[in-house]
């Protein structure tokens, strides 16, 4: 796959710590902490978080700092929007399972 973002907990920008400037995860502590997100698919268990995600991804999006594609294990229909709103590539229910 290259260079991606390898999440094995649902997540979300917030729950990353995203630093929506640079496009790097900040949250001291987390495993992804200090890994960037630009132009990277993001692969994670599943989608988490509502309608307000759809304003971060578009804004991630139009800063260029999006990352490529988002890879869902399971995803929900406001997730799916959101994503799509903000025009990022996103797929779910991979076989086998991404994680």
């Known amino acids: ?3 991606h973002i390898l999440c094995s907990v649902p997540s979300n920008f917030q729950s990353f ?3 929506r400037c ?3 995860i900040t949250r001291p502590g987390r495993k992804l902490e200090t890994a ?4 990277k698919p ?6 988490k978080g509502g ?3 759809g304003w971060a991804f578009y804004d991630s999006k139009w800063k260029k700092i999006a990352p490529k594609a988002f890879i869902f294990g399971v995803t929900n229909p406001v997730q799916g929007q959101c994503v ?3 025009g990022i590539p996103i797929t779910e229910g991979r076989s ?4």
Not at 36 to 39: A, E, H, L, R, S
Not at 96 to 99: A, I, K, M
């Open 1 to 3: 796959m290259g260079a």
């Open 17 to 19: 710590g995203l630093d």
């Open 22 to 24: 640079p496009g790097v």
């Open 36 to 39: 960037g997100i630009v132009d």
């Open 42 to 47: 993001c692969v994670l268990p599943t989608a």
């Open 51 to 53: 309608s307000a995600a």
């Open 84 to 86: 799509t709103f903000a």
């Open 96 to 99: 086998p399972h991404p994680l």
